[in-house]
């Protein structure tokens, strides 16, 4: 009998941590499995010793101010670990928090095996952590086709074991619904981009006379607090996925929601909002430290291309977000492109379910 511990510190990872057990459970249905994580992983059947709303704070401000649970969260997590003596601990994303339980994990329980799955994105910026996750994991599990080659380069494993954002959406796009003149206007996921992205999202979208305007809310944030950037006859869905199925074209705040946006087959821009806008503006020398690769979305980045445009910090402008809305709404051969460009992009990320490629890998270890 195994025992599994895994620790998802947000509603993503706690999802992605329940399709694993049960895909474990299939291989080992005797299986015991306990972690720090939230509702779908207690569903699943694994025992909870810390819910990942009280984890996921985001920034340095926010854990600064929440410092003592911060700590709390570490002390419950080692004692937990020490307890339960796992033959596995799997971590799934949240770095800060997984790198450092690793490290005691590695130090106090040598047999346990180690596993990142879905490994933080250190193509993308602190690249320094790779030689850190390589040290620390027996194997790392990515869910981008493009992982094992950049680990590659450092001389480090990692295995390509599906995505979990395809398999989703390549189920959802089975039962798409006819498009219509609709613009999707995708804000993000929290109440800071929010602020600083749906106004301007909103005015490039009004500029298009009779395209009905759909805005997605996220699932933690209010209807209360998008009214006040909405006009009379702009609707607020909590259903993204049908609202990219029914749009011509969306705006779309960076993030997994490009990646569906374009699995689900509908024309975007994406937009980005940095704090730092105005000195990047003024130091155009200090892109290249910011960014570490060249493109900035997830679409862009797996296909090693520019497939949709990015207004990112300051090409971040109502202009800017017109001009390419612009083109996807009248350009038809523009679009057609993207949308060969977005077949590609699936035929890259490949047919394999994720949490099965894991699970086949996690349980043949022990």
């Not at 083109?327 to 993207?338: F, G, I």
Request: glycine fraction near 6%; charge should be positive; charged fraction near 25%.
């Amino acid at each position: 009998m195994a025992k599994y511990f895994l620790i998802a510190g947000e509603a993503s990872g706690d999802l992605h941590a329940a399709e694993l057990i049960k895909a474990i459970r299939q291989r080992d249905p005797e299986a015991v499995f306990a972690g720090l994580g939230g509702d779908k992983m207690a569903q699943a059947g694994c025992v909870l010793y810390q819910d990942y709303r009280k984890m996921a704070f985001m920034g340095f401000a926010a854990v600064l101010a929440n410092m003592g649970q911060v700590r709390r969260n570490f002390e419950m997590a080692r004692q937990a670990l020490q307890s339960e003596k796992p033959d596995a601990l799997i971590l799934i994303d949240y770095p800060s928090f997984n790198l450092r339980i690793a490290t005691f994990c590695r130090k106090h329980l040598p047999s346990t095996k180690i596993y990142y799955y879905i490994p933080p994105k250190v193509w993308a910026w602190k690249r320094r952590r790779i030689h850190r996750i390589a040290r620390l994991c027996d194997e790392v599990l990515g869910i981008f086709p493009f992982e094992p080659a950049f680990y590659a380069q450092y001389g480090y494993r990692c295995t390509y074991v599906g995505n979990p954002t395809a398999e989703e959406m390549k189920a959802k796009s089975k039962s798409a619904p006819v498009r219509g003149k609709k613009i999707a206007i995708l804000p993000g996921s929290r109440k800071s981009e929010v602020k600083h992205c749906l106004e301007k999202m909103l005015h490039a979208a009004r500029r298009f006379k009779g395209y009905e305007i759909i805005v997605t809310a996220a699932p933690g944030i209010e209807d209360a607090y998008y009214a006040p950037y909405l006009k009379e006859g702009e609707q607020l869905t909590r259903d993204t996925y049908g609202a990219i199925q029914q749009a011509q074209a969306a705006i779309v705040n960076s993030g997994t929601a490009t990646l569906e946006t374009a699995l689900l087959g509908c024309p975007q821009v994406a937009v980005y909002h940095l704090a730092l806008t105005p000195l990047i503006r003024a130091l155009r020398w200090m892109q290249p430290l910011i960014f570490s690769i060249p493109y900035f979305t997830l679409v862009n980045i797996i296909s090693g291309k520019e497939v949709i445009k990015e207004c990112i910090a300051n090409d971040f402008t109502e202009e800017k977000v017109v001009q390419e809305l612009a083109r996807l709404l009248k350009d038809e051969s523009y679009t057609k492109k993207m949308l060969a460009n977005y077949e590609h992009l699936s035929q890259l990320l490949g047919d394999q379910p994720a949490a099965s490629g894991a699970a086949a890998i996690i349980t043949s270890r022990q």
